[in-house]
């Protein structure tokens, strides 16, 4: 937050801050890749492993999710581009669901001459101060 947002993010980090994304296909049915989610309750934090998200000009943090039985997954099968997903990605409120972990799969029930997905994400910080 204070690479992105300078001196004005000690204020707003005096609150709890979310990262919320909004994601839909701008097309179709969606068959090829779709996007699915993980019940945050079933996701232990050692299931997440800290990976450097590089960019030109600084360098962050992401973190990949460690494969576990105990993780419930969902999709919405063949979404269309009326409907989006919205994910709470992150919350710093150490008393909720802190990170969403969600992926691209292949489904092994879709066509093999399916149109290749095409989506777009939407990524907002959430301040309450």
Same mark, same amino acid.
């Given at each position: 937050?204070?690479?992105?947002?300078?001196?004005?993010?000690?204020?707003?980090?005096?609150?709890?801050?979310?990262?919320?994304?909004?994601?839909?296909?701008?097309?179709?049915?969606?068959?090829? &890749? =779709?996007?699915?989610?993980?019940?945050?309750?079933?996701? *232990? @934090?050692? $299931?997440?492993?800290?990976?450097?998200? +590089?960019?030109?000009?600084?360098?962050?943090?992401?973190?990949?999710?460690?494969?576990?039985?105990?993780?419930?997954?969902?999709?919405?099968?063949?979404?269309?581009?009326?409907?989006?997903?919205?994910?709470?990605?992150?919350?710093? &409120? =150490?008393?909720?669901?802190?990170?969403?972990?969600?992926? *691209? @799969?292949? $489904?092994?029930?879709?066509?093999?001459? +399916?149109?290749?997905?095409?989506?777009?994400?939407?990524?907002?910080?959430?301040?309450?101060?």
């Amino acid at each position: 937050m204070r690479d992105l947002l300078g001196h004005e993010a000690e204020h707003l980090l005096k609150g709890s801050v979310q990262v919320i994304n909004l994601w839909r296909p701008i097309r179709g049915p969606l068959r090829d &890749a =779709p996007l699915a989610v993980c019940d945050a309750t079933t996701v *232990a @934090f050692t $299931d997440f492993v800290p990976s450097d998200l +590089v960019y030109r000009d600084r360098t962050g943090e992401i973190y990949r999710v460690r494969d576990n039985p105990a993780h419930r997954w969902f999709y919405v099968p063949e979404m269309q581009p009326n409907e989006a997903i919205l994910i709470k990605c992150y919350d710093s &409120a =150490p008393d909720k669901a802190r990170f969403t972990a969600h992926s *691209a @799969f292949e $489904d092994p029930t879709a066509p093999a001459d +399916v149109l290749p997905r095409e989506s777009i994400e939407l990524r907002t910080l959430v301040f309450h101060v």
